[in-house]
């Protein structure tokens, strides 16, 4: 699901970036109210298990990979905002120390796998919570992945549109959502169902520690 570097086109990842930027200021600002002493180990624990998570890519066509993220794992026990950042950490370390995804197309990943992968599960969980926890820590994580997926499917797709050559040709990522679409989100249906089951044994350990976060307001 990451994008590398030379894919996108600067009229995508430039309004990116003019997104993410207030929202990264926004979620420090979150992590400093919300994350104590106590609560910091833990934190790099489950953020270096969202980062071995989603460093086991299977590749894609056109350039891009599939992988479990995790950053739902990380919204249900620290809350959105600590995820998004934490997230945007793993991802920034892995364009740089493992070339996987890049820096221009960073704030792309950021928004599309740790903005809306982590509120998704966090508030989906929200809604479906009183059904039964369990449950809806599953549907949640799961949903989640697909929509992260979706959504880089939809920027690659679009890439031919938005940037061409004087010939007409794509200067940058060159197949349509015809190739995009199912050649990302189907093996994430089945690497969500994974993650998601996963997430529910490690969830039921956190709550067992009483780990789990108050509710988050998105503008508390």
């Known amino acids: 699901m990451h994008i590398p570097d030379g894919l996108i086109s600067p009229q995508t990842y430039l309004p990116a970036l003019a997104l993410a930027a207030p929202l990264w200021w926004w979620a420090g600002r979150e992590f400093g109210r919300r994350v104590g ?4 180990p833990r934190l790099a624990v489950f953020t270096a298990l969202a980062f071995v998570l989603s460093s086991l ?21 620290f809350g959105p905002w600590v995820a998004f950042l934490g997230y945007t950490l793993v ?4 364009a740089l120390v493992m070339g996987a995804g890049g820096i221009t197309s960073l704030p792309v990943n950021a928004l599309a796998m740790g903005f809306v992968g982590a509120w998704t599960a966090y508030l989906l969980f929200r809604l479906l919570g009183p059904l039964q926890a369990e449950f809806a820590v599953f549907v949640a994580v799961m949903i989640s992945i697909l929509l992260s997926a979706l959504l ?3 920027v690659l797709g679009l890439q ?8 007409g040709s794509p200067r940058f ?13 189907l093996p994430h249906l089945f690497i969500g169902l994974a993650e998601a089951a996963l997430t529910v ?11 789990l976060p108050a509710p988050v307001s998105s503008t508390a």
């Open 91 to 94: 991802l920034l370390l892995q």
């Open 201 to 211: 044994v490690i969830w039921r350990h956190a709550r067992k520690r009483r780990w």
């Open 173 to 185: 990522f060159p197949f349509g959502w015809s190739v995009t679409l199912p050649a990302i989100l």
């Open 160 to 167: 031919p549109l938005v940037a061409q050559a004087p010939d």
């Open 37 to 40: 002493d106590e609560a910091l």
């Open 152 to 154: 880089v499917a939809l």
């Open 57 to 77: 890519m299977l590749p894609l066509p056109g350039g891009t990979s599939g992988h479990a993220i995790g950053v739902g794992l990380l919204a249900l026990i």
